[in-house]
Antibody, heavy 119, light 110 residues
Framework: EVQLVESGGGLVQPGGSLRLSCGAY????????MDWVRQAPGKGLEWVGR??????????NYAASVKGRFTISRDDSKNLLFLQMNSLYVEDTAVYYC??????????WGQGTRVIVSS | QSVLTQPPSASGTPGQRVTISCSGS????????VYWYQQLPGTAPKLLID???QRPSGVPDRFSASKSDTSASLAISGLRSEDEANYHC???????????FGGGTKLTVL
C-alpha cells in the first residue's frame, strides 16, 4: 500500500527556518518525481515545488512565491523527501502535503503537516 | 488569485447531476493534462480523476471529467450526501514552469 507520511511541522517565528520530511512507503520511491503542495487556512491548494528522479538529474522547480527561500531534496536510500524552508513569512502558514507525481498527475498524497509562522 | 478558475461554490439535491468548471489558458489546460481532486473536510486531497480522465480504483463511475480547448469540467451524476466536499482541478503550466491549481469548488448537497 502506498503511503506518504509528513513530519516536521510546527510553530516558527517570522524569518525562521523549518525542515519538513516526507517518508514514502509501498512503492519504488526512487523512480518517482515528488511534489510539495500547501494549503493555507480556508484557502485552495498551492503548488510549492517538485523534484524529479535521478534519471532526470534531481531537477527542482519552485513556485515564484517560495523560490530562493525553499529547497526540495530527497534521499532515495532512505525513501525520504525534504522541504527546507528559510526566511519564513506569516503567509507561509499552511498545511504542507507531499504527493507522488506521475505522468497523469500527482496521485497519492500524505496527510499533511501544519506549519504556523507567527510571533 | 488562482491561475485556473473554478466557481467557489456549487450545489445540488440528491440524485441530481452537477458540473464544476475549470477554466485556464493555452499554457496549462490547452497543452497539458487536467486532473481532479476531492477533499473532504479536514482531510488530504484524494485523486478523483487522472489526466487521462480515468477514475482510480474505488472512485464511483458517477464521477467523470472532460476537457475542451482551455477549459475542463467535472461532472457528478446521481449526487449523494457523501459527495459534499471541495473539488480542485490542476494542470502543469508551461509559462510558469510549475503546476497550477484552481481555487477549489465547495460542493453542497442540499
Amino acid at each position: 500500500e502506498v503511503q506518504l507520511v509528513e513530519s516536521g511541522g510546527g510553530l516558527v517565528q517570522p524569518g525562521g527556518s523549518l525542515r519538513l520530511s516526507c517518508g514514502a512507503y509501498g512503492f519504488s520511491f526512487r523512480d518517482h518525481y515528488m511534489d510539495w503542495v500547501r494549503q493555507a487556512p480556508g484557502k485552495g491548494l498551492e503548488w510549492v515545488g517538485r523534484i524529479t528522479n535521478k534519471a532526470a538529474r534531481y531537477t527542482t522547480n519552485y513556485a515564484a512565491s517560495v523560490k530562493g527561500r525553499f529547497t526540495i531534496s530527497r534521499d532515495d536510500s532512505k525513501n525520504l523527501l525534504f522541504l527546507q524552508m528559510n526566511s519564513l513569512y506569516v503567509e507561509d502558514t499552511a498545511v504542507y502535503y507531499c504527493a507522488r507525481d506521475t505522468a497523469l498527475g500527482p496521485d497519492y498524497w500524505g496527510q499533511g503537516t501544519r506549519v504556523i509562522v507567527s510571533s | 488569485q488562482s491561475v485556473l478558475t473554478q466557481p467557489p461554490s456549487a450545489s445540488g439535491t440528491p440524485g441530481q447531476r452537477v458540473t464544476i468548471s475549470c477554466s485556464g489558458s493555452k499554457s496549462n489546460i490547452g497543452t497539458h493534462l487536467v486532473y481532479w481532486y476531492q477533499q473532504l473536510p479536514g482531510t488530504a486531497p484524494k485523486l478523483l480523476i487522472d489526466g487521462n480522465n480515468q477514475r482510480p480504483s474505488g472512485v464511483p463511475d458517477r464521477f467523470s471529467a472532460s476537457k475542451s480547448d482551455t477549459s475542463a469540467s467535472l461532472a457528478i451524476s446521481g449526487l449523494r450526501s457523501e459527495d459534499e466536499a471541495n473539488y480542485h482541478c490542476a494542470a502543469w503550466d508551461d509559462s510558469l514552469g510549475g503546476r497550477v491549481f484552481g481555487g477549489g469548488t465547495k460542493l453542497t448537497v442540499l
